[in-house]
T-cell receptor, first 111, second 112 residues
Framework: GENVEQHPSTLSVQEGDSAVIKCTYS??????FPWYKQELGKRPQLIID?????GEKKDQRIAVTLNKTAKHFSLHITETQPEDSAVYFC??????????FGDGTTLTVKP | NAGVTQTPKFRVLKTGQSMTLLCAQD?????MYWYRQDPGMGLRLIHY?????TTAKGEVPDGYNVSRLKKQNFLLGLESAAPSQTSVYFC????WGPGELFFGEGSRLTVL
């Protein structure tokens, strides 16, 4: 089955700095790659996603890049703010059915 | 729209007891999922369904059963609870094909 690895497991940055989280996947059939943000005690919520026919996608301070050849994708957050502090999960999905997630990255933004 | 609703939100069981978690969605989604979340281990898929009357095993199905008798509901059952099943359980739903998962608020289960 699909295996998704996520790094780093924890990340601490100063407010205003950039944060980068990286994921690799194993199933070459995977074609959808979402990123979810989970605040403490809350449910995961989608913040950005990318499909396999696109190399990069941006939404304000958040961007995701995808390298299908190398089977890795990354989340980039610029100008970080304290409210960006949360756990971030990457995921992958191949066609119908199940999504597989990485183990999560705990991002702390220090004021 | 309520989205995805899970009941109960909290439950404490003794080893060997049984229980059912109910997930309901009002978005007419085809796919539904049950995940468990343990510290440092992300979201692990227990079982999922691609339509009414269908179920399939995920990564960690042992000790759990599921049913999807109605399109809007997905039930997760524990026949004989074990302490290893102490976790936060999330239900999610999505439309057909690649797309966003909509999660419920989670159900915290403690097995003593």
């Amino acid at each position: 089955g699909e295996n998704v690895e996520q790094h780093p497991s924890t990340l601490s940055v100063q407010e205003g700095d950039s944060a980068v989280i990286k994921c690799t996947y194993s199933d070459s059939a995977s074609n959808y790659f979402p990123w979810y943000k989970q605040e403490l005690g809350k449910r995961p919520q989608l913040i950005i996603d990318i499909r396999s026919n696109v190399g990069e996608k941006k939404d304000q301070r958040i961007a995701v890049t995808l390298n299908k050849t190398a089977k890795h994708f990354s989340l980039h957050i610029t100008e970080t703010q304290p409210e960006d502090s949360a756990v971030y999960f990457c995921g992958s999905r191949a066609g119908a059915g199940k999504s597989t997630f990485g183990d999560g990255t705990t991002l702390t933004v220090k004021p | 729209n309520a989205g995805v609703t899970q009941t109960p939100k909290f439950r404490v069981l003794k080893t060997g007891q049984s229980m059912t978690l109910l997930c309901a969605q009002d978005m007419n989604h085809e796919y539904m999922y049950w995940y468990r979340q343990d510290p440092g281990m992300g979201l692990r898929l227990i079982h999922y369904s691609v339509g009414e009357g269908t179920t399939a095993k995920g990564e960690v199905p042992d000790g759990y059963n599921v049913s999807r008798l109605k399109k809007q509901n997905f039930l997760l059952g524990l026949e004989s609870a074990a302490p290893s099943q102490t976790s936060v359980y999330f239900c999610a739903s999505s439309t057909w094909g690649p797309g966003e998962l909509f999660f419920g608020e989670g159900s915290r289960l403690t097995v003593l």
